[in-house]
T-cell receptor
Framework: DVKVTQSSRYLVKRTGEKVFLECVQD?????MFWYRQDPGLGLRLIYF???????EKGDIPEGYSVSREKKERFSLILESASTNQTSMYLC??????????FGPGTRLTVT | KNQVEQSPQSLIILEGKNCTLQ??????????LRWYKQDTGRGPVSLTI?????NTKSNGRYTATLDADTKQSSLHITASQLSDSASYIC??????????????FGKGTKLSVIP
């Protein structure tokens, strides 16, 4: 069974704090993704990575950065958290084929 | 523009009844279409994946249909259960340059099954 895990289910941070969201997958997938999900907007792609040390901007990369030092781990970084980054963050991984597997999500609240 | 539209936005049905969710897309070139189920506060879980040549695919009480000519898909849920209460997300994949895939997500249909 493919497993995608995320470091926290719930996170509360203050405005201006640096936030790290970690994602780990155990199936040797090349591709990893970070999305945010907001009511009425659906899932929106923030960043993705096709290989170690490789990253590509998605549709809404502003205010975020990522790191992929190892194949199994993909981190999302909020350099200076803002209240409009309060959201559900979902990590996903995929082989070169069809199936994309999602993690359980991290609900981040920035106060 | 590549888009995926789902309807209805929300739906309430009685336990035991059937329902059908709709997905219309303009994504091109089409590679595959998936339906995901997302429980509240959880990540999406895949229900079905359909390629261009597949018209119908079942997964237990879930049956997905695809009409690639009209670019429409539906997800039919038979004999609904309380545990079917969730958001159902339609995702269409297109093959973009250099053999990579790009996913376009619908905004989901929120289904509530009540006793």
């Amino acid at each position: 069974d493919v497993k995608v895990t995320q470091s926290s289910r719930y996170l509360v941070k203050r405005t201006g704090e640096k936030v790290f969201l970690e994602c780990v997958q155990d199936m040797d997938h090349e591709n990893m993704f970070w999305y945010r999900q907001d009511p009425g907007l659906g899932l929106r792609l923030i960043y993705f990575s096709y290989d170690v040390k490789m990253k590509e901007k998605g549709d809404i990369p502003e205010g975020y950065s990522v790191s992929r030092e190892k194949k199994e781990r993909f981190s999302l970084i909020l350099e200076s958290a803002s209240t409009n980054q309060t959201s559900m963050y979902l990590c996903a991984s995929r082989t070169s084929g069809y199936e994309q597997y999602f993690g359980p999500g991290t609900r981040l609240t920035v106060t | 523009k590549n888009q995926v539209e789902q309807s209805p936005q929300s739906l309430i049905i009685l336990e035991g009844k059937n329902c059908t969710l709709q997905c219309n897309y303009t994504v091109s070139p089409f590679s595959n279409l998936r339906w995901y189920k997302q429980d509240t506060g959880r990540g999406p879980v895949s229900l079905t994946i359909m390629t261009f040549s597949e018209n119908t695919k079942s997964n237990g009480r879930y049956t997905a249909t695809l009409d690639a000519d009209t670019k429409q898909s539906s997800l039919h849920i038979t004999a609904s259960q309380l545990s079917d209460s969730a958001s159902y997300i339609c995702v269409v994949t297109r093959l973009s340059g250099a053999g990579s895939y790009q996913l376009t997500f619908g905004k989901g249909t929120k289904l509530s099954v009540i006793p």
